[in-house]
């Protein structure tokens, strides 16, 4: 893989492309004879976090912890339940469908399923047109020469227009799909576990070129993954997320090299190594199974989330929340212990 920007391109004073306020987004469990739920399952609760312009922030933890719920709810593709989420200055929690119209514009999705995503009734030429149509982008004629020059910079054929999904490998499916949310140039793009349904040969292909297109185009993008590799690669900086809420917050290399909060240690040391006698020389950390299961976000645990199967843990972490802080600059986590 070609090494990507190792700083984002925004200056260090700039405002940033999106800021993300206390957000959280609560789901109801079960209901009564009168609707009112029996519990609430806290998918995502109180995150915050900022991304500039031209930087990739990775958004990682384990299934069901909440990332892709983030994601969605940062393009109001699912409403928040509480919280902010500000585009370019612009909050767009309140927006109606029509004003969140031209917004859209400026931040796209890349999905998981490269071919759940696709309509298989259109053909891909259609698919990453639609876009430019629906923003009334251009004349046909120019809607079609963009979609050739998208197709190209992808790494697909100009003639491949024609073809419907299922013609495709699924190495090029995720191709139409970046080349569809690059069709309208946004300043934002939410991927979400982009190359996970992918051989890792074609992940290496599809991450490097992801890498590319930030390079020439400046787009910031919140990168939604579960492989450690690929975001060491990829991000400028990495927020650990755990049961609904962010443990830790750092740049790159500092959380991979000296990561503070427990959970995010245990996450790192867990990484597969081709020899494992190498890998707590090569992470610095030994390796640890963490005990007990994730918990039911349906019914947290009080205090930290974490605590049950935490090794730090003390009696104030069973009862007090911990505090998002500064640990060092540029690095927040939340825990008592550090």
């Not at 923003?135 to 963009?146: F, L, Q």
């Not at 494992?276 to 349906?298: H, I, K, N, Q, S």
Request: net charge positive.
């Amino acid at each position: 893989m070609n090494h990507p920007l190792e700083q984002n391109n925004s200056s260090p004073n700039a405002a940033p492309l999106l800021t993300v306020e206390q957000l959280s987004r609560h789901f109801p469990l079960g209901g009564n004879l009168w609707g009112k739920p029996h519990r609430w399952v806290k998918a995502v609760d109180g995150v915050s976090f900022a991304l500039n312009r031209g930087e990739t922030l990775a958004l990682v933890g384990e299934s069901g912890c909440g990332k892709t719920t983030t994601g969605r709810m940062v393009l109001r593709l699912i409403p928040p339940t509480a919280g902010r989420v500000l585009l370019e200055g612009t909050d767009l929690s309140g927006l109606s469908a029509r004003d969140l119209v031209p917004h859209r514009r400026r931040m796209q999705m890349i999905f998981q399923d490269p071919y759940a995503s696709l309509n298989p009734r259109m053909t891909a030429g259609a698919m990453v047109e639609e876009p430019l149509a629906i923003h009334r982008i251009g004349t046909p004629a120019e809607r079609k020469d963009r979609v050739a020059a998208l197709f190209q910079r992808v790494g697909l054929r100009p003639d491949q227009r024609t073809m419907y999904p299922h013609q495709f490998s699924g190495g090029q499916r995720q191709r139409v799909g970046i080349a569809r949310a690059l069709a309208l140039d946004p300043a934002l793009i939410v991927a979400d576990e982009p190359v996970s349904a992918l051989d890792v040969s074609i992940q290496a292909q599809v991450v490097n070129l992801l890498a590319g297109l930030q390079a020439e185009r400046g787009m910031a993008y919140l990168f939604i993954s579960h492989d450690l590799a690929v975001v060491r690669h990829l991000a400028h900086r990495v927020a650990v997320m755990y049961l609904g809420r962010l443990a830790e917050l750092a740049p790159r290399e500092e959380l991979f090299s000296r990561p503070r909060h427990p959970y995010t240690q245990a996450l790192l040391a867990a990484v597969p190594s081709a020899d494992p006698a190498v890998a707590p020389r090569r992470t610095g950390l030994p390796r640890t199974l963490l005990g007990g299961e994730v918990p039911d976000p349906a019914n947290a645990p009080p205090g930290c989330a974490f605590h049950p199967r935490c090794p730090l843990a003390r009696e104030h972490c069973r009862g007090t929340p911990p505090p998002w802080r500064e640990i060092q600059p540029a690095h927040w986590a939340a825990c008592h212990e550090i």
